[in-house]
């Protein structure tokens, strides 16, 4: 495929709604380089912090993830942009008059107790590194909070408001990715951000995902003529391991090597430490 076939870089979008682990943001202009110049309708199945759609902008999108919470989060900046920044301000003020540590733990404890997106809004800018971590043993958030300044009310207003014109030819379901894959229509694109297998366990949705499902899934998406871009893990270069995951032959048609930069997750599980080597690239994976 000729390189004007190819959609056209879009300019850097740093400005995250969300604070979130493994976020592709800040590479998403690299990534959207090798979207095909003309598609249909955008899905991203496994949604997270919509880095990639932020920057992208797309006129039709549908937004998908198996995680209610998070949907609630984008459906409201969708639906009622004012009522997320109240959901914001208020748990900020409580946050600031009161023992820091004590009333994050106290909205994260309701939180655990019943999830929904007003509390994972502020835990996921308020915990540490922006980890969202999950126990296997409950499932309950366990990240602790962050010693880092959290967003005042009237920043996180201006965001809302840079990033509601991003995102308005999306809609925003919760949704297994399967499912969610099954609705693209040939000529659609599909970019596909799942949990990474080797480094991201601790995350949520990581620990009941299997690689080969979403294998099968592509392959059917492929074979109805919808074009998918998939990220994965690359190499860490501190332990020199080439992450070679068995890709079923045949089914890419082209890889591609990213760098993201040091690991803010390895520095999680490391406590804190700065990992000057500890430098992370991402396969893109094209069907086309």
Not at 26 to 43: E, R
Not at 177 to 194: H, K, Q, S, T, V
Not at 238 to 259: C, H, K, V, Y
Request: glycine share 6%.
């Amino acid at each position: 495929m000729a390189q004007e076939e190819f959609y056209p870089a879009p300019h850097p979008f740093k400005t995250q709604l969300l604070k979130w682990i493994g976020s592709k943001q800040k590479i998403a202009h690299q990534i959207i380089a090798h979207f095909p110049l003309h598609f249909g309708t955008y899905h991203e199945p496994f949604l997270g912090a919509a880095g990639v759609m932020a920057v992208l902008a797309p006129e039709r999108a549908r937004g998908t993830d198996i995680y209610a919470p998070l949907i609630e989060i984008w459906q409201t900046l969708s639906s009622n942009p004012d009522l997320l920044k109240d959901w914001y301000a208020t748990r900020w003020t409580q946050f600031q008059a009161g023992n820091r540590v004590a009333v994050y733990e106290d909205i994260k404890a309701r939180f655990n107790a019943a999830p929904n997106g007003a509390d994972f809004l502020f835990l996921c800018r308020a915990c540490y590194g922006g980890v969202v971590r999950f126990r296997k043993s409950n499932g309950y958030m366990s990240t602790p909070c962050g010693s880092h300044p959290v967003m005042p009310p009237a920043a996180f207003a201006r965001r809302v408001d840079l990033w509601r014109p991003r995102m308005r030819g999306a809609e925003f379901a919760q949704m297994d990715y399967r499912e969610a894959m099954e609705r693209a229509a040939p000529g659609d694109l599909i970019y596909c951000d799942p949990p990474y297998s080797f480094s991201q366990t601790i995350l949520y949705g990581a620990q009941a995902f299997h690689l080969p499902d979403l294998f099968e899934a592509i392959a059917r998406a492929k074979a109805r003529g919808v074009h998918v871009a998939l990220s994965l893990d690359g190499s860490k270069k501190s332990s020199r391991t080439l992450l070679d995951l068995d890709l079923p032959p045949g089914l890419f048609a082209r890889e591609i090597r990213l760098s993201l930069g040091r690991s803010m997750l390895r520095r999680f599980q490391m406590a804190g430490q700065t990992l000057e080597t500890e430098e992370v690239t991402d396969r893109l994976l094209l069907t086309y």
